[in-house]
């Protein structure tokens, strides 16, 4: 069972910076894609920043020039670098990861969420 743990949330003033780690334990040798996601309060989960299956990056516009995912060489812990924040940022902010399944479906794969609060 792969299980997503994420840590490094907090409070921070605008313009501060903070990064937030996610820890991925079980079968991970065959994730396709693994990106972080945020939720604010009232709000849609949108796409933060992530590596496609081909291990390029992508990011919302939002955050570019901000935000900066990165992972280890082990590929088992996945990094989101941020600077500059804005009370805009301030959401529940979660790790992703999916695989291929049996009969051509998707699996995706969460973690609990950590809280990311930007003061103005």
């Known amino acids: 069972q792969v299980q997503l743990v994420e840590s490094g949330g907090g409070l921070v003033q605008a313009g501060g910076s903070l990064r937030l780690s996610c820890t991925a334990s079980?079968?991970?040798?065959?994730?396709?894609?693994i990106a972080w996601y945020r939720q604010a309060s009232g709000k849609q989960r949108e796409l933060v920043a992530g590596f496609n299956s081909g291990g390029n990056t992508n990011y919302a516009d939002s955050v570019k020039g901000r935000f900066t995912i990165s992972r280890d060489n082990a590929k088992t812990t996945v990094y989101l670098q941020m600077t500059s924040l804005k009370p805009e940022d301030t959401a529940v902010y979660y790790c992703k990861a999916d695989r291929l399944g049996p009969w051509g479906t998707v699996l995706d794969y969460w973690g609990q969420g950590t809280q990311v609060t930007v003061s103005s």
């Open positions: 079980g079968s991970t040798s065959r994730f396709r894609t």
